[in-house]
């Protein structure tokens, strides 16, 4: 009988300062976060909608003020606003979470339910950590600025009955894209050592380094990486100038 090993085990735990988030899960009208928006809304429970709403306002953002329907779309905005910096900064530093699920998206704007998550190694939009998700990559490095928007959206439909206007809503997500840009840019500018990003020169030269982070094979997502090309790329324009 072949004697028993005992092997090195870890344990991680997550501690969060909530885990109120946007919506429903895998399986529409069930969920074992009771503090997500959506499915309330889906069960056409506005009493404890609003419940949760309330709460989350007078807990975590007091300084909207008394609940309210006011409060309730300036909630909705400091949530577009936290969510596009979160998504610059998972950019940033190549993080792809790999299953943003609106049950996934934190209300705070943090970053929570780490999954199949990863960093890029190439610099690749279209890579997923998440092998369930090859074939359609809809949680992609480069597509989740873009799912955090979709999943906004339905955080907005959650919230309507609470205001009964689309127009607020509407507004502040047409908002969401300029403040996702206005981040990246200065995110771009930072890596890149740019005392600011001008965007009718800079948005140029981003892109073709990114081009160029495509096609060298094996080239890795990183500042070292970004200022080399950067000078490969002024070296290069100064002798065709």
Same mark, same amino acid.
């Given at each position: 009988?072949?004697?028993?090993?005992?092997? !090195?085990?870890?344990?991680?735990?997550?501690?969060?300062?909530?885990?109120?988030?946007?919506?429903?899960?895998?399986? /529409?009208?069930? #969920? *074992?976060?009771?503090?997500?928006?959506?499915?309330?809304?889906?069960?056409?429970?506005? $009493?404890?909608?609003?419940?949760?709403?309330? +709460?989350?306002? *007078?807990?975590?953002?007091?300084?909207?003020?008394?609940?309210?329907?006011? *409060? +309730?779309?300036?909630?909705?905005?400091?949530? &577009?606003?936290?969510?596009?910096?979160?998504?610059?900064?998972?950019?940033?530093? @190549?993080?792809?979470?790999?299953?943003?699920?609106?049950?996934?998206? *934190?209300?705070? @704007?943090?970053?929570?339910?780490?999954?199949? +998550?990863? %960093?890029?190694?190439?610099?690749? !939009?279209? %890579?997923? !950590?998440?092998?369930?998700?090859?074939?359609?990559?809809?949680? &992609? +490095?480069?597509?989740?600025?873009?799912?955090?928007?979709?999943?906004?959206?339905? =955080?907005?439909?959650?919230?309507?009955?609470? /205001?009964?206007? $689309? $127009? !607020?809503?509407?507004?502040?997500?047409?908002?969401?894209?300029?403040?996702?840009?206005?981040? %990246?840019?200065?995110?771009?500018?930072?890596?890149?050592?740019?005392? #600011?990003?001008?965007?009718?020169?800079?948005?140029?030269? /981003?892109?073709?380094?990114?081009?160029?982070?495509? #096609?060298?094979?094996?080239?890795?997502? &990183?500042?070292?990486?970004?200022?080399?090309?950067?000078?490969?790329?002024?070296?290069?324009?100064? =002798?065709? #100038?």
């Amino acid at each position: 009988m072949k004697k028993a090993v005992r092997l !090195p085990q870890q344990n991680t735990v997550n501690f969060f300062l909530t885990l109120f988030t946007f919506g429903l899960g895998f399986t /529409v009208g069930f #969920s *074992s976060n009771p503090g997500n928006f959506e499915i309330f809304a889906a069960r056409n429970d506005l $009493t404890t909608l609003q419940q949760l709403t309330d +709460y989350t306002i *007078s807990t975590f953002f007091p300084q909207l003020g008394k609940p309210g329907r006011d *409060s +309730y779309i300036a909630l909705f905005h400091e949530v &577009c606003q936290s969510t596009a910096k979160l998504m610059v900064e998972w950019l940033r530093v @190549g993080f792809v979470h790999g299953v943003m699920n609106t049950d996934n998206m *934190s209300i705070l @704007g943090l970053t929570i339910d780490y999954g199949p +998550y990863g %960093w890029l190694e190439n610099y690749d !939009p279209a %890579w997923t !950590p998440n092998t369930t998700d090859a074939a359609g990559r809809r949680y &992609c +490095y480069g597509r989740q600025g873009q799912i955090a928007h979709w999943n906004l959206a339905k =955080l907005a439909n959650a919230l309507y009955p609470l /205001v009964g206007q $689309t $127009t !607020p809503f509407e507004e502040i997500l047409q908002g969401y894209t300029h403040i996702f840009d206005q981040h %990246w840019q200065e995110m771009m500018a930072a890596k890149l050592g740019l005392r #600011s990003f001008d965007t009718a020169g800079d948005q140029a030269m /981003v892109e073709e380094l990114f081009l160029l982070l495509i #096609s060298i094979v094996r080239l890795g997502f &990183c500042m070292n990486n970004f200022l080399v090309l950067l000078t490969l790329r002024v070296r290069l324009t100064g =002798l065709h #100038s």
